[in-house]
């Protein structure tokens, strides 16, 4: 009998691997709002009738013995797709409350890593949510991080969405012969040849290395550009400890149109500054009033995808990172956006200087079982608790179609949000962007950040303050630019 395909992990998606356990789980998500009352078995069957469209809904992981070697995605033999579709409905009223708290109950357990790593759960009972029709449905989808990223997991999105409310036939199933997983022998096999191909794309990468420190070092000296933030220079603060096994998990939603018109109080910011501006805001806010804002500005681990046209539909993570100062040290809601503005520039051209997705090959060169070891002690012995943090916190943007889209003809009335943190960072805040809404969901620890209901109303209230900020600068600049016309 013939063996079964095999896609070994890459070193960025085993990463996610190393950092997983039971307090730590790697999966990415959200919580999306249907209108309307649809059937859970009418959703499965549509979810049945779709799941062969992305490969890795069907696959599972398979482990080299003693981790000699990272794991390889393989088809499961025996997939039961109502192993990972779940029915559940909220405790009365069926308010925002009760779907936070349940959204955050989720968030918190681990996938199983004995089938695909994925699971949705359909929410009945939304009763109680200003602007949702009584009777919708919510969705909490959780994919693990080694098998997506935000740019892939938009396209398990473009499997369950149409942008009709009649739904588009599904694709014709392939049927693929049912082969065994391969043994510890077949496995140790594979794993060997890795260990010999993989030390030759070492010069290559020490080569882009020194092309990188090159470009970076000209772009400091001939052009006086100042360096980014750079990693472990970052302020301590409480979301850098170690994590416990509760989450917590909200959302601010946002008028993308009125986020998108803060752009133009500075010259060439983009709708990420204004982002990020408005996350420093709340972040400076909840820190000053329980008295702990660092003087330092809290610095934001942006991730930068590295996905080129060619990989559009390519599972796994491909991205990089950029390290953005937030001004949080500064009060002025446009001060700090023209400071943020600011330094985004200057990250994207040291980030396009150094050839970020060249160098990523790096994590192809780091032993697999070596990395687990590694990342377990870490965890165990507290490490976080004494270096100086990588980063304050992630905020990561996920655009999305800025059309009505449909899930077995259900209007999405709503996308957010959640993915992971671990010992050291234990906050961040996906960004979604849907028919004319901006989602900001932070996701955190309950140990560290039990009230995130206050900082996500503080994400709302910074939103406004900066657009207040804007209104009154702007009408400023239009007096003055009236009394000049009239002398």
């Known amino acids: ?89 909220l405790p009365r009223p069926g308010g925002w409350k009760e779907l936070r708290y349940l959204a955050s109950r989720l968030f918190s357990q681990q996938l199983n890593r004995e089938r695909p790593l994925w699971e949705f759960i359909f929410v009945e009972g939304v009763d109680n949510i200003p602007q949702v029709p009584k009777g919708s449905v919510a969705l909490i989808t959780k994919v693990h991080h080694s098998g997506f990223d935000g740019k892939s997991g938009a396209d398990l999105m473009s499997m369950l969405f149409d942008v009709s409310d009649t739904p588009a036939p599904p694709k014709p199933v392939v049927i693929k012969p049912k082969k065994p997983i391969p043994g510890p022998v077949g496995l140790m096999a594979k794993s060997a040849y890795n260990f010999i191909s993989r030390p030759t794309k070492l010069p290559g990468l020490l080569w882009d290395t020194g092309k990188a420190t090159f470009k970076a070092g000209y772009m400091t000296r001939a052009q006086g550009i100042k360096m980014p ?53 709340a972040l400076r806010r909840y820190l000053l ?127 957010m949000g959640t993915a992971p943190i671990f010992d050291g960072m234990g906050l961040i805040m996906p960004i979604c962007s849907y028919n004319g809404t901006l989602t900001i969901s932070p996701t955190s620890s309950a140990n560290l950040m039990p009230d995130l209901e206050l900082f996500t109303r503080y994400i709302r209230e910074s939103a406004n303050e900066l657009e207040l900020a804007v209104q009154e600068k702007l009408a400023g600049r239009a007096a003055l630019d009236a009394l000049m016309q009239d002398e």
């Open 1 to 89: 009998m013939s063996c079964i395909s095999m896609e070994e992990l890459s070193g960025i998606d085993a990463s996610f691997l190393y950092l997983e356990s039971p307090k730590i789980p790697m999966h990415i998500g959200g919580v999306a709002i249907l209108e309307g009352s649809l059937k859970f078995d009418d959703f499965r069957k549509f979810v049945s009738d779709r799941v062969h469209t992305v490969e890795k809904l069907t696959q599972k992981l398979v482990t080299v013995p003693f981790s000699l070697d990272r794991p390889y995605w393989v088809e499961d033999p025996d997939f039961d797709i109502n192993m990972h579709l779940h029915q559940t409905a």
């Open 229 to 281: 933030t750079m990693p472990f220079n970052a302020p301590k603060t409480r979301f850098n400890n170690l994590v416990e096994m509760e989450r917590t998990w909200d959302s601010a939603i946002l008028d993308i149109n009125r986020v998108k018109a803060l752009r133009k109080v500075v010259d060439g910011a983009t709708l990420n500054d204004v982002i990020l501006a408005i996350c420093g805001g």
């Open 289 to 415: 009033e329980k008295g702990e804002l660092p003087d330092k500005p809290l610095v934001a681990m942006v991730p930068v995808s590295t996905r080129t046209a060619e990989e559009k539909n390519a599972m796994g993570n491909q991205v990089s990172a950029m390290y953005v100062q937030l001004a949080t040290d500064v009060e002025d809601p446009c001060k700090r956006l023209e400071k943020i503005q600011i330094n985004t520039m200057v990250g994207k051209l040291y980030q396009d200087a150094i050839d970020a997705k060249s160098l990523m090959g790096y994590a192809e060169l780091i032993p697999f079982g070596l990395a687990g070891v590694a990342a377990r002690f870490y965890s165990r012995a507290a490490i976080a608790k004494h270096h100086s943090p990588l980063f304050n916190v992630v905020i990561t943007n996920v655009p999305g179609p800025q059309i009505p889209i449909y899930l077995a003809g259900h209007k999405l009335i709503v996308n």
